[in-house]
């Protein structure tokens, strides 16, 4: 039997900012369909990884296979049109617009490279956007955000605010979603009730998820393959059981540091 190919390859991938070197030749899978998690200490290389994939920053060496194609160094756009989407830590909403705009922005920003532009104000311009209005509100639906529509982005709790970014970030139709801490400051409950709205969505958008979280709870639950990372280097990866009985990854989490230091 073939295994088959993964959604997304990083191979011997490397970054530095001046002297520092964020991530270090660092390589992982994420197979289709999975929802992979990503773990690791504060500073271990997390966040760079997503920015790297993402096209926010060049690696400066190593490679990514999106679907077999490589996809390192390219622009931030264009990784999003082949079908690459995200949620960042420190959330990036239009606070001051509805919510309901949030995720109808990147939809008229597709229908734009589209056909949209040429027959702005025309009616048939008008049903496309109230097509893609309903669409925006059935996105809200599937986060449980539709209530909340009209309001402001800035004016919802952090919680409903990471949901909002999920929306907004299936928008663009990604086959592959990245959330960066998407549990952050969610209490137990909230947490829990995060973790099967990511199934959810996995099943309903037939999208594949990788995670970067501290919640280990959430990771433990609803990931495999669990990659852990440290001084921006793979620790180890495996099953959630597979990772949580290994020394090394034990070591880390104690503060004990680098493997071999
Ligand atoms: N633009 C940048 N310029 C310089 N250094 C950077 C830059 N981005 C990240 N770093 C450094 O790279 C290292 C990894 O940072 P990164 O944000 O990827 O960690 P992380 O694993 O996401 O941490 P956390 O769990 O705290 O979010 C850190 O030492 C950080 O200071
Ligand atoms: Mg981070």
């Not at 099967?196 to 609803?222: P, S």
């Amino acid at each position: 039997m073939t295994t088959p190919t993964p959604l997304l390859s990083v191979r011997g991938l490397t970054r530095d900012f001046g002297g520092i070197r964020a991530v270090d030749s660092f390589s992982f899978d994420v197979p289709e369909g999975s929802i992979t998690g990503i773990i690791g200490p504060n500073g271990a290389g997390k966040t760079t990884v997503f920015n790297l994939i993402t096209g926010v920053y060049r690696p400066t060496a190593g490679d990514i296979l999106f679907k077999g194609e490589p996809i390192g160094g390219h622009r931030p756009d264009r990784i999003v049109r082949a079908g690459i989407a995200r949620t960042f830590q420190n959330i990036r909403l239009f606070n001051r617009r509805s919510c309901l705009e949030n995720v109808l922005t990147p939809l008229l920003q597709r229908e734009k490279s589209n056909f949209f532009a040429a027959l702005a104000g025309t009616p048939s311009a008008r049903r496309t956007e109230r097509s893609l209005r309903e669409k925006a509100f059935d996105l809200l639906t599937s986060l449980g955000l539709d209530a909340f529509a009209p309001l402001q982005a800035n004016t919802l709790p952090y919680g409903l605010q990471r949901k909002l970014e999920i929306a907004r970030a299936l928008a663009t139709n990604p086959s592959l979603l990245l959330l960066d801490e998407p549990a952050a400051g969610m209490n137990p409950e909230e947490t829990r009730s995060l973790a099967r709205l990511i199934a959810e969505v996995r099943e309903k958008f037939n999208v594949t998820i990788l995670l970067i979280e501290h919640h280990m709870d959430l990771v433990m639950n609803i990931c495999s393959p669990v990659i852990v990372i440290n001084f921006g280097a793979l620790l180890a990866e495996g099953t959630p059981d597979e990772v949580r009985a290994n020394p090394d990854v034990v070591a880390a989490y104690l503060g004990k540091g680098r493997k071999g230091k």
